[in-house]
């Protein structure tokens, strides 16, 4: 929806991605295979699971990481406006319903559709 509110390409669920100069080419898996799109930027194109191999931590550099300190930094420091921009106008319950009926047959039902719901 964004790609077409923006009037720009759009690739989903991309496995491979390789950039030429103002040109993409999308790689990703469809039910027959492995579908190759070509888009021009800027484009919008969604991740598969399979386009990045995560980097896994190795043990002696998690002990590292838990003796390194943490810098605390203000969003003040940062220049940045914290102002909240949504306003709660209210919350409310929605209206109860009727109890619906229960009916013992076929015949009682479309009677009951015909002349109290009047919808067939």
Do not use: H, W
């Not at 300190?69 to 102002?83: F, H, K």
């Amino acid at each position: 929806m964004l790609a077409a509110l923006m009037g720009i390409g759009q690739a989903t669920f991309a496995s491979e991605i390789i950039f030429d100069e103002k040109d993409l080419k999308v790689t990703r898996e469809v039910d027959g295979g492995l579908q190759t799109l070509g888009l021009k930027t800027p484009a919008v194109v969604t991740a598969d699971l399979r386009l990045n191999e995560p980097r896994y931590a190795s043990l002696p550099n998690i002990m590292k990481a838990k003796k390194k300190p943490i810098d605390i930094i203000s969003i003040a420091d940062l220049g940045v406006d914290a102002e909240n921009r949504v306003q709660l106008i209210g919350v409310e319950l929605p209206p109860e319903r009727k109890a619906g009926i229960k009916v013992d047959d076929v015949a009682q039902l479309v009677d009951k559709l015909k002349n109290e719901a009047k919808v067939i």
